[in-house]
């Protein structure tokens, strides 16, 4: 289809033996891809506490391989101990593809390398720090790919990740040195590599590098033990080191001539492999600090040793071809031509431009996809040239055809004021025959009629658009307004209530089609109230019956109107009284008798200080407490309307205060105590006193509900038989202060 012209360069036309050996260097393995490599290292933050990173690399390639752990267990071990301090799960905070680094021009990456990096990070707080002992931080995970070339039995050998922080890190608060780069995931067998391996310590710290044996850690079995995929603490250190198959060795990774080696001080990796296949390689970087070691920073990595035969390919997504690496490519004259580039080349080292013939004068773009403006229908002949004069160079020729233009139109026709269809009629202009059409409404509603007929459901100015097609796929759109904007056929109005009574507050929905807030509308209520609101409140405030009428004038001027007889009934509100007796309560008289005499009234709650007390008409309530109660009455007309009152109801407090002129204290259980009897809850400032009729103070109380037994201050000698006075003085519930005197006769 000429709709999008695709320019996608890359003719296919080398291909090398080496290309098969490429596609087959790494078989796809029924056994579960993962683990590639990964590194442990830590940052210092101070007073034991750390911030932790663990790297970690898996091949992606397989779509049934295990992914990165999600809550991975990671173990923390302290000086000998086979058990763990604690086990943190940990999520990865990222997971980001690897793109394999391209350094040579005519490499081409075999379909089935893709390598992801999960990153763990956290922080951890040492309770005993500095200690005089390593702490040993571990993660295991089986398995490595089974393809994997150099080792022993990789599709059942897992990995240990694992980092140390000694005792003399400890003491001085030490950084780990962290490595630079990533390894390159693809190596050219038969090509040096010169790969920069170096890493950076924050202190300065002396780094020396040496090739080591990565560490085995997990198996295949199930459970969280040791020999599990994921074992649930991580095993404890010492950890084995994987088994090489010979001739490869941990200082010979990789068996290439010369050998691979890596520069102690620069960590510069060296060698020149010569087998294709994959490899496990391990780098040590030893930290020293005034001839101390403080840490060894581990890094585990795949190698991908692959063929770089010169393999080039330039090709385009054509309509068509026109020959060997001759493609033609169609666009109508009113489209963009999209360059679609498919060609297999490495962007960063290829040298690649177009060339294109247009009105006598030769053009070069250096895009890998260029815009190119043509000028008009017609043939323009063209070139994608990659390498031009390298074995790794390739060329294809293109062949643009614009089309000739084709321009859609309609037009459309409707009652401008009665709710109803539109007539929508096609007048495309074209070259050759329109085979499609395509309406767009505007409102979502499409049609493939050549002169549709539409109902809008709604007013409002819709973009109506047609889109026509023709016999050579070449295809036009155009877009027009509609402006509809009919009154309704008929006034839909909807009170939210048509019976109730004042102040009633009655929200009218507009429910009328097609009206939108794009409408006027005008509301009268039928007691001189009016609104232009589209679905207005409004409140009546006395009682009678309402006729309301609505008016609608759409935007381009139509108008209609509707009046509802009768349409809002307001009825007498109720008011709210009643009546209580007698009119005198105390606290020996609670009880009063409540009687309802409200107006319009259906319903009626009663409430005491708030709380609800009944529903009745009348009945009797009984007061708990002394003092000023309200009681309120709600009265609740069967609409719903209410009216409250509330009364101040006063129930006095009484008191009955009696003193006994003789008591016998000869504990015999009969008149052993001389005090007040009677009622007098709520006095306040009691004082009694008892004289001898010498004039001494025998008793005295600030409680009225002690009394005198007899003696010296109800402890001391035993008072004689004999006349003695008293005097009583306090303040009565409601401020009143009261004072008896009189004599008491003790006799025994």
């Not at 090398?16 to 078989?27: D, E, I, K, N, S």
């Not at 020959?323 to 690649?352: R, T, Y």
């Not at 307004?481 to 929200?507: E, G, H, K, Q, W």
């Not at 007061?623 to 409250?644: K, M």
Request: net charge negative; aromatic share 14%; charged share 15%.
């Amino acid at each position: 289809m000429p709709g999008h012209l695709s320019l996608s360069l890359l003719g296919m036309r080398k291909i090398y033996l080496l290309w098969w050996l490429l596609a087959t260097a790494f078989p796809v393995s029924t056994f579960a891809k993962h683990i590639i490599g990964g590194v442990f290292t830590y940052e210092c933050l101070g007073n034991g506490t750390y911030a932790f990173t663990l790297k970690m690399y898996r091949d992606c390639s397989d779509p049934t391989g295990a992914g990165f752990d999600f809550s991975a267990p990671i173990s923390i071990y302290k000086g000998n101990s086979q058990t763990p301090i604690t086990t943190l799960f940990l999520n990865p905070d990222q997971i980001t593809p690897l793109e394999p680094e391209i350094n040579d021009p005519c490499l081409i990456l075999p379909p089935n390398i893709c390598v992801q990096e999960g990153i763990y990070s956290f922080t951890y707080t040492f309770a005993d720090w500095p200690s005089t002992e390593s702490y040993h931080l571990s993660y295991q995970r089986c398995c490595r790919n089974a393809t994997i070339t150099n080792i022993v039995q990789p599709g059942d050998t897992g990995a240990t990740f694992t980092v140390e922080i000694k005792p003399e890190s400890q003491a001085l608060c030490n950084n780990s040195p962290t490595f630079d780069n990533f390894p390159p995931i693809v190596i050219c067998a038969g090509q040096p590599i010169d790969f920069h391996h170096a890493a950076t310590d924050l202190e300065g710290d002396q780094l020396i590098y040496e090739l080591c044996a990565p560490l085995k850690g997990g198996g295949t079995f199930g459970g969280n033990g040791c020999n599990g995929i994921a074992p649930n603490p991580a095993c404890p250190p010492p950890y084995d080191a994987v088994d090489y198959f010979p001739p490869y060795t941990p200082l010979n990774p990789l068996g290439g001539n010369p050998p691979m080696t890596i520069d102690a001080v620069t960590g510069l990796l060296t060698g020149t492999p010569v087998l294709l296949g994959q490899y496990v390689v391990g780098v040590c970087v030893k930290e020293f600090r005034n001839g101390q070691l403080l840490s060894v920073i581990q890094r585990d990595f795949q190698f991908n040793v692959a063929s770089c035969e010169p393999v080039v390919f330039a090709e385009i997504e054509e309509d068509s071809l026109l020959g060997q690496q001759n493609f033609l490519l169609q666009a109508c004259a009113d489209e963009d031509v999209e360059i679609v580039n498919l060609s297999n080349l490495n962007p960063a080292l290829d040298i690649f431009y177009w060339e294109f013939l247009i009105d006598d004068s030769l053009y070069v773009f250096n895009e890998l996809e260029p815009q190119i403006d043509f000028p008009g229908s017609g043939q323009y002949q063209g070139a994608f040239l990659i390498n031009p004069g390298s074995i790794c160079g390739d060329t294809a020729r293109v062949t643009v055809e614009i089309l000739p233009e084709i321009q859609s139109d309609f037009s459309f026709s409707y009652d401008t004021c009665r709710a109803g269809a539109v007539f929508f009629a096609d007048q495309t202009e074209a070259g050759s025959e329109v085979v499609e059409w395509k309406w767009f409404f505007g409102d979502g509603e499409i049609s493939e009629y050549p002169d549709p007929t539409h109902l809008y459901a709604g007013p409002g100015e819709y973009p109506a658009t047609l889109l026509v097609t023709d016999s050579r796929d070449c295809q036009s759109a155009v877009t027009k307004d509609v402006r509809y904007f009919p009154v309704p056929a008929l006034i839909l109005v909807s009170p939210n209530d048509t019976v109730s009574c004042p102040p009633a507050v009655v929200r009218f929905s507009n429910l009328s089609s097609p009206v939108d807030d794009t409408y006027q509308v005008f509301w009268e209520f039928g007691d001189g109230g009016t609104s232009m609101d589209f679905s207005p409140e409004h409140q009546y405030d006395a009682p009678g019956i309402y006729s309301v009428r609505l008016e609608i004038v759409s935007p381009i001027g139509c108008v209609t109107d509707t009046t509802y007889t009768d349409l809002i009934e307001i009825q007498e509100p109720p008011v709210a009284d009643f009546s209580y007796s007698p009119d005198y309560l105390s606290n020996l008289q609670p009880e009063v008798a409540l009687t309802d005499a409200s107006q319009y009234a259906y319903f009626r709650d009663w409430y005491h200080n708030g709380q609800p007390i009944g529903s009745k008409t009348e009945f009797v309530y009984m007061f708990p407490d002394t003092g000023l109660q309200q009681i309120t009455l709600i009265a609740t007309h069967y609409e719903g309307c209410r009216d409250t009152l509330s009364r101040w109801i006063d129930v006095t407090p009484e008191i009955r205060f009696f003193m006994p002129n003789a008591f016998t204290p000869n504990y015999d259980s009969l008149n052993d105590l001389f005090g007040p009897t009677g009622i007098f809850l709520g006095i306040t400032g009691y004082r009694l006193q008892v004289w001898d009729r010498w004039g001494g103070l025998v008793f005295e109380s600030d409680d009225p509900y002690q009394s005198w037994n007899g003696q010296q201050n109800n402890s001391g000698r035993l008072a004689p038989d004999g006349v003695y006075v008293y005097q009583v003085s306090f303040v009565g519930p409601r401020g009143a202060p009261e004072e008896h005197r009189g004599f008491i006769t003790l006799m025994r």
